[in-house]
């Protein structure tokens, strides 16, 4: 098996943040006075939380890393304001006049000090509503190492004073959507140490409009929502369905720890984030089909008033549209 047939995760998992400079925060709207900042905007949820809040009027601004040279991205643009969650001074300004937060982060070593951060620098600035992005099955004892930090990171927040909510999404439906096909091997196959696990995955447009809803709501402080879609499936169901929308046989092929670490090893990821990955899909294997990870919640419909996608909506959503265009260039050809 080539190294590099095995992708993965969850969306916080998919990419890794960078150790930014310690620039000087800039501001490129310093005369608007907002109200809610999106921590975690270059993410899939992050962006649809920011369109979704606009589009009820609300002030945002979005916290961005420094661009590297050469590098295209949201910085410096409206409505932006670049930081670095290991800069504790550069969250203090991009806080100021804020009154409501949404916190979400990329894995990497230092992610429980960046969370940390964060929430100190929310205390520091009188921030009245911090809604975290933490993990399903968030546990400060677990084996997993993303688990343990998110659990850590949970129990931090419910103890800074910081008035809170937490939204724990499941697996990502976009892993599945966007991530899988460009893994296949020539014969269709995607590989991964999932086992028979089943995941209630969810659908990042979900668990946006879950923290649309909390950030402007009035009812949940203090609360803690597991987020997921309505419908456990396995790696196998999810390759069926994959296959489906790409108009050829897709296949799970299950593998063991030694060769996906292996595998991600050659693909050029760090011994760190590729260990927490071995370890998160342990933890899938240990839930297993009846586990937390498993378990469906009501909290989309519940909150938001409408049901969560499935999976056969997120594949349609993000294949089909490619799939016409590509159709309709090869027409013009």
């Not at 606009?54 to 932006?80: D, F, H, I, N, Y």
């Not at 504790?88 to 969370?115: C, I, K, N, Q, Y």
């Not at 292996?262 to 933890?283: I, K, P």
């Amino acid at each position: 098996m080539k190294a590099d047939r095995i992708r993965f995760m969850h969306e916080s998992q998919f990419r890794e943040l960078p150790a930014a400079p310690r620039a000087a925060v800039q501001f490129t709207r310093p005369e608007e006075a907002y109200m809610i900042l999106v921590i975690g905007g270059g993410s899939r949820t992050g962006r649809e939380l920011a369109r979704l809040l606009r589009g009820r009027g609300e002030k945002v601004r979005m916290l961005t890393r420094p661009k590297k040279a050469g590098e295209a991205g949201e910085a410096g643009e409206p409505g932006t304001v670049v930081g670095d969650l290991a800069s504790p001074a550069s969250l203090d300004a991009a806080m100021a006049g804020v009154t409501r937060v949404f916190l979400l982060s990329s894995p990497a070593h230092d992610e429980g000090a960046w969370h940390r951060n964060a929430i100190d620098a929310a205390a520091r600035a009188g921030v009245r509503h911090l809604v975290r992005s933490s993990i399903l099955g968030a546990d400060a004892h677990s084996k997993a190492r993303f688990i343990r930090h998110h659990g850590e990171s949970d129990d931090y927040l419910r103890a800074s004073g910081v008035p809170f909510t937490v939204i724990r999404p499941n697996f990502y439906m976009h892993n599945v959507t966007a991530g899988w096909a460009p893994a296949l091997d020539p014969r269709g196959n995607y590989y991964a140490p999932a086992g028979d696990a089943l995941l209630s995955m969810v659908d990042a447009r979900d668990v946006a409009a879950v923290a649309a809803a909390v950030l402007t709501g009035r009812r949940h402080a203090g609360k803690t929502y597991d987020v997921t879609g309505p419908a456990p499936v396995s790696h196998a169901q999810a390759c069926e369905k994959l296959g489906e929308r790409l108009g050829r046989p897709v296949r799970y092929v299950p593998v063991d720890d030694d060769t996906a670490r292996s595998a991600m090893l050659g693909a050029g990821l760090n011994t760190w984030f590729t260990d927490a990955l071995v370890e998160l899909y342990q933890d899938y294997r240990r839930s297993g089909a009846d586990g937390y990870a498993a378990r469906v919640h009501g909290a989309v419909h519940e909150i938001t008033g409408r049901p969560a996608r499935t999976l056969d909506q997120a594949l349609d959503d993000e294949l089909r549209p490619a799939a016409a265009a590509s159709s309709a260039g090869a027409g013009k050809r």
